[in-house]
Structures are given as structure tokens and as C-alpha cells.
């Protein structure tokens, strides 16, 4: 072989070498982003904006990088609703407890000590006013896997309010609740059960649904343990809501009522959770 035609062949081999490195190396670099966004093995993402800018510009970082998400989802609707459930669905024996008017430090941990003893969620609907005071419980409520709702700023009776005032009352409860336990509120309950039009609309306009009670335990007029224990016993059943309290007064016999009726509830077969949303 001559000389020259040799020193051509070695050329060729050559540049088909750092081509070939090349290939590979652009291969490995689109294996890197693939990993971080999740994607499969697929060729790499074009640059960001209509073309690819040269080398040494940084006009591009300025301009959004657009179509790499996953499609946005339509917003979820909540029904305005005539009337609140007394009760949830679901499947077998299932319960929901629900305490209301809290937190307050004198009784809610107690609460939470037993119901994270026995491993079950409930559900509390808080008062705004009280969350200045209780933003670890709501935080520990969050981490233990409790919903949080909201029951007003201050425990007014809504049907002598406002629209105004009732979107006030529901709306800084809201901000508390969100701030404190890190989401918004997805549940509503009335005090004292009163509801009307207004609270309905209003309710579904911050995103949350209804709730009432099939249960009332009347823990809020001290009638004795015993006497919690039974009205939560004779009224269980599936999709039952028990209604107590863990705040606005002495709720020592909710809480000792509470240690003796949910292993009893648990023994008897009954799920107790909590309930989940259905949106339209």
C-alpha cells in the first residue's frame, strides 16, 4: 500500500473516532435530563424559544420554557348544595368522629394521643380564633393524617349574618387553616348546625363541602362519660358522623368518653376514617 493512500485510510479513522465520541457524548447528556424529568430514553429536548441561540447569548434564559409539563388539569367545581349530609358513604361498617370548636391545648392533645394510639383519623372543624393559639396541634393534625375543617372565625349563628360577614368569617378561617396545616380547607360546618342559602354558595365559592352529623354526643352539656359512651354505642352504624367537641368549655368527659368508646367501636368491626371529596 502506498504512503499517501494509507495516511488517507488513518485520517478516515480518525475523524469516524470523534464523530463516534461525539455521538456518545451527546447520548449521555440527553441520559441525564431524561433521568431528572422522569421521561423515557427518547432524543433530547429541543432548545428553549423558536430556535437554538448561539453559544455566548443569554437572551434565551429570560423567555419561559413552554410544553415539558404535563397537561393542566381542569379545576375541580364544587357543588352548591341545599342541604347538608348527615351522613358519608362508603364501604362496610365505616364511621367518621368529628370534634368541633377546637383547638385548645387543654384537650385536644389528649384527643389525638388516643386516637393516634388506636392508629384512626377523624376530623376537626376548627374555629379561626382559636388557631392563633393551637398552630402546632393543627400542624400535628396535618402530620398525623387528621382533615381539618372549618367551623367560622368566631361560632356566630350565620343565619343572622350578612353575606359579607359570613364570607368574612369563612374566608379568614380559611387563611388561618391553610397557614397553620398547610392546605385550605375542603369541609364546612355550620355552629349550631345553621345553615342557609348564603353559606351554602359561600362555601362552595372557597372550594368546601358541607358536613353535619347523624350522631350528637350533647358532650357540650357535660351529661356525664357514660352517658357520651352510650348515644356514641346506640348510634353507630355505617356511614354514621359522631359529632363532639374539643374546645369551648370543660371537654374532660369528651375526652375520657372518647378512650372508652372508640376501642369498643374498633372491637365491634367499624372502620373509622375519614370521608373523601366527590367533586363534580
Known sequence: MKKDQLLTRLLTRRQA??????AVGAAATAGVITTVTGDGPTAPAPAAGPQARPAGSHA???????GYGPPRAAPRRTLVRREAPLKVSGRGRTMVLTFDDGPD???????LDTLAEYDVRAMFFVCGEMVAGGRKLLARMADEGHVVGNHTWSHPLLTRLTRRQIRSQMERTSDAIEDAYGERPEWFRAPYGAWNRAAFQLG???GMEPLAWTVDTLDWTTPGVRSIVKKVE????????VLSHDAGGDRSQSVKALRRYLPELLDSGYHVTVPRRHYA
Open 17 to 22: 473516532l470523534i464523530a463516534g465520541a461525539g
Open 60 to 66: 434565551y434564559r429570560l423567555q419561559p420554557v413552554t
Open 105 to 111: 391545648p387543654r384537650f385536644t392533645p389528649d384527643i
Open 204 to 206: 362552595a365559592e372557597l
Open 234 to 241: 346506640r348510634g353507630a352504624a355505617p356511614g354514621v358522623v
